[in-house]
């Protein structure tokens, strides 16, 4: 069974992603926006193009006639989708999910009023005036995002009318294609967060793994760790809202799903439909197969009986300090490698600029999550990007 795999977006995630398909005897090409892209260099071949092009997208489907195509960020042709499925093609998940989750409207209402999941109130704006009605609405504090964004980019949060102005700024900047619009949330007062990296199969039951908790700064995550110690009827209940969001949208994968946890339950945020940045987490062995090794068994049918907790792990990001189209250097490796129960990814992005994640640091180990939290920023900290 070796299947052509069309994987749109190269960046870490989809490095690790075509690793665990290489692994299974699959033939992958790579696609993105700059060559050199991670996941080029572990791919078979690889193409450079817009992918928010629609004739493009089209030239390299008809060139490579892949068996699946697999979506890895935000800013795709979504619409195109379902034009492929209709060829024959495997849209990963599906091209109805891939469609609605790229784009933080369509994924909202459908699990708001299709579904019927709770949500913070939410209003849309497509205009400084319209975020000010929204505001108003959802009160304040509250949160603004841009509806197509990567990496939390655009995202702020506003505490003064005086903040306003400002956030509808940012998004617009943060904004990714062609789409000029925002979503106001209104502030959950919540305890923590988590992802609830979800499994659906083509023949099997759909599994969860153990809950993620993360950190954030600047809208983009900073630390994660797994387990997420947390209260059995609120795990049981973002388990069962996930399950029915994945469900309406329908296909094979796994789906970062991410909830507010308050101490009245759980509350639906965002779902993507594909490995999740807080799941690299799962490289440190935390579980019998990481999110990739899990994403790519299930678009291939391969059943996955259960998925287990092996370990406690944390990772911890690198990041960039400064701007540079120079191949980066890093220092600090051999200190990295010195602490036990360790371990660290270089991703091999091509040029640097401030707060991009460069390389991530792991732990793992029977200590508890926050324990290995601290060891894994200590192991992050020896690690210095040039």
């Not at 933080?104 to 000010?132: C, F, H, N, Q, W």
């Not at 617009?172 to 988590?194: A, N």
Request: hydrophobic residues 40%.
């Amino acid at each position: 069974m070796r299947k052509k795999i069309l994987l749109l977006g190269s960046g870490e995630l989809g490095k690790e992603f075509v690793i665990a398909c290489q692994r299974l005897g699959q033939y992958v090409i790579a696609v993105d926006s700059y060559e050199g892209a991670p996941a080029m260099q572990v791919a078979h071949e690889f193409e450079v193009i817009n992918m928010l092009d629609g004739e493009e997208l089209d030239r390299i489907v008809a060139k490579h006639q892949p068996d699946l195509i697999v979506p890895e960020i935000e800013a795709i042709r979504t619409e195109r989708f379902y034009d492929y499925e209709k060829q024959g093609i495997q849209v990963v998940p599906s091209a109805k999910a891939a469609n609605f989750t790229m784009n933080r409207k369509a994924i909202r209402d459908l699990a708001a009023i299709e579904v019927g999941v709770r949500t913070a109130p939410y209003k849309y704006a497509t205009s400084l005036d319209e975020l000010k009605a929204g505001v108003a609405f959802t009160g304040i504090p509250c949160v603004v995002k841009p509806l197509m964004s990567s990496s939390g980019k655009g995202q702020s949060v506003i505490k003064t009318e005086a903040d306003i102005e400002k956030a509808w700024n940012y998004a617009m900047e943060g904004s990714r294609g062609d789409l000029k619009e925002v979503i106001v949330e209104g502030f959950i007062d919540f305890d923590y967060e988590i992802t609830l990296l979800t499994v659906t199969q083509k023949n099997g039951e759909t599994l969860f793994c153990p809950p993620i908790g993360h950190r954030q700064e600047r809208g983009d995550y900073q630390e994660s760790w797994q387990p997420m110690p947390m209260n059995a009827s609120h795990l049981a209940e973002a388990q069962d809202m996930a399950a029915r969001v994945t469900k309406a949208l329908g296909g094979a994968g796994i789906w970062g799903v991410e909830f507010f946890i308050t101490k009245e339950g759980a509350y639906f945020s965002e779902l993507s439909p594909r490995p999740h940045d807080t799941g690299m987490v799962t490289l440190a062995g935390t579980q019998n197969f990481s999110e990739f090794e899990l994403h790519a068994r299930a678009i291939l049918g391969i059943p996955v009986k259960e998925v287990k907790l092996e370990r406690n792990g944390a990772s911890a990001v690198v990041l960039a300090n400064s701007e540079s189209n120079q191949q980066p250097q890093f220092t600090g490796l051999d200190k990295a490698a010195s602490h036990p129960n360790s371990d660290f990814k270089i991703f091999g992005k091509p040029s640097t600029r401030p707060y991009r994640r460069m390389a991530v640091a792991l732990t793992y180990g029977q200590e508890d999550v926050k324990t290995l939290v601290e060891k894994a920023k200590v192991v992050a900290a020896e690690i210095s990007v040039r």
